[in-house]
C-alpha cells in the first residue's frame, strides 16, 4: 500500500482516487498515509505530508532513506528516489 500511495501522491491524486484504483476503503488509504508521513518524517528528520512531499523529496538526497527507516517498503524509496 505504502508504493500505491507514493505513485498516487507523485500523479497528485487524491485518497479517494488512490483507493478506488487499489480497491480498498479511504480509510485504510488514510491510515496508511498517515504511517507513511510519520515514517519519512523520522527517516528526514522534518514533517512530511502529502502536500509538502513532493517539494522537500525534490530538494533532499535519499541515498540514506532506507538505512534510516527500514520499515518502508523498498519499492516505495526506488519511486520515491526517482524524483530528485
Not at 500511495?5 to 484504483?21: S, T
Not at 538526497?61 to 526517482?82: E, F
Amino acid at each position: 500500500m505504502q508504493v500505491a500511495i507514493v505513485q498516487g501522491v507523485l500523479k497528485r491524486q487524491k485518497y479517494a482516487q488512490i483507493a478506488q484504483d487499489y480497491g480498498c476503503t479511504i480509510g485504510h488509504v488514510k491510515d496508511t498515509s498517515y504511517r507513511l508521513w510519520h515514517l519519512l518524517s523520522e527517516a528526514l528528520g522534518e514533517p512530511i505530508h502529502k502536500s509538502n512531499v513532493i517539494a522537500t523529496l525534490e530538494r533532499m538526497n535519499l541515498s540514506l532513506l532506507y538505512a534510516r527507516s527500514p520499515n518502508l517498503h523498498p519499492r516505495a524509496i526506488a519511486l520515491l528516489s526517482t524524483k530528485t
